[in-house]
């Protein structure tokens, strides 16, 4: 038996609070649309936008294992990204047989632009809590992140089975 005070509980409540977080967020979009419409990108389009943005420049196959996609449909995904002229392609300084993706100017100017006006929409309601709590709040997010980043890490260190991507096979 769990008590409230378990770390099973404090586990549980933190999802459960991240969870109505995100539900929260996914509100706040749909009300204010008008503010932060991703149009003309699809959410998974918007995905490789922010993969570009924090690890570029990157090559296909890359892409392709980052969002667990097949290469045909990273490289439709990117043709259309192209078309939009939100991305560049370039060959590769390592391989002549790659391409390398970065974001366009416009890619770039783009998410600057989503960025503001999504940050506007949450600095109308995180301006209504107290400074304590805003605090808290920005901590809690950091802390959520980094755990984010470790576990994505972790899950590329292993493979499939579970065992270490490095590991001789027997």
């Not at 099973?8 to 409540?13: E, K, L, T």
């Amino acid at each position: 038996m769990h008590s409230e005070t378990s770390p099973g509980a404090g586990r549980d409540a933190a999802a459960h609070a991240a969870r109505e977080v995100i539900e929260l967020l996914e509100v706040l979009w749909t009300k204010g649309r008008d503010l932060t419409s991703t149009a003309p990108v699809s959410s998974s389009q918007l995905r490789v936008l922010y993969i570009l943005d924090r690890d570029q420049p990157i090559n296909l196959r890359t892409l392709g294992d980052v969002l667990g996609s097949a290469p045909s449909s990273v490289s439709r995904m990117c043709d259309r990204l192209d078309a939009l002229g939100f991305i560049e392609r370039s060959p590769s300084s390592a391989s002549r047989r790659e391409l390398e993706l970065r974001l366009s100017t416009r890619g770039d100017n783009y998410l600057k632009d989503l960025r503001a006006r999504r940050e506007t929409a949450l600095l109308d309601v995180i301006s209504a809590m107290p400074p304590a709590q805003r605090a808290a709040l920005a901590a809690g997010l950091n802390s959520f992140r980094h755990a984010i980043d470790d576990s994505e890490r972790e899950g590329r260190a292993t493979d499939s089975t579970g065992r270490s991507a490095s590991a001789e096979s027997a």
